[in-house]
C-alpha cells in the first residue's frame, strides 16, 4: 500500500483525506486526485506568508486575522498552529511531501496550481531558520521536578 501512496506522490497526485486551507480536492479523472484552489482563501494564505515576511509573528498574524474577521475553515477562530501548518507546507508552492522515516522528506511536483512561488516559501523558511529562538526569562526558568529523585 505504500508504495502505491507513493507512485501516486511521484506522479503529483494529492493523496490527503482533506484539501489545506487555500484549496479543494478533486478527482478530474480515474486515480487522479488533486487540488483546486478557492480563491478567497488562496488571497487570506498569500496575505499570512506576506506578513509573516514583513515580520510579523504568528501571534500577530492570528489577531490581524481574527481583527478582520477572516474564518478560518475549521474553527470559530484563527490560531497559531493553524499559522504554522500553512508557512510550513511546502503545498503551497506546488510540491507534494513525502515523508518517510528511511529517507526523511521528499517533494515531488504537485499536479496542482501554487498559490505561493517558490521564492516566497523559501524567503519565509530562511526567516524561520534564522530567528532567535524564544528565550526563557528569569523568573520562567526551566526546572526539572525529578531531579534529585533516583
Known sequence: MEAGRLA??????????????????????HKVYTLEIVPEEAEVVKMIYNMY???????????????????????AVWERPSIKKILENPLYMGKIRWQSKSSGDTLYNGRHEAIISEEIYNAVQDRKENSP???VSDYKTVKNYFHGIL
Do not use: H, Q, W
Request: glycine letters at 12%; a positive charge; proline letters at 8%.
Open 8 to 29: 501516486s506522490c511521484k506522479e503529483g497526485n494529492y493523496i490527503g483525506t482533506e484539501a489545506p486551507y487555500g484549496y479543494r480536492k478533486t478527482n478530474p479523472s
Open 53 to 75: 515576511l514583513d515580520g510579523k509573528g504568528s501571534r500577530a498574524i492570528v489577531t490581524e486575522l481574527n481583527r478582520m474577521g477572516i474564518p478560518p475553515r475549521k474553527s
Open 133 to 135: 529562538l524564544a528565550r
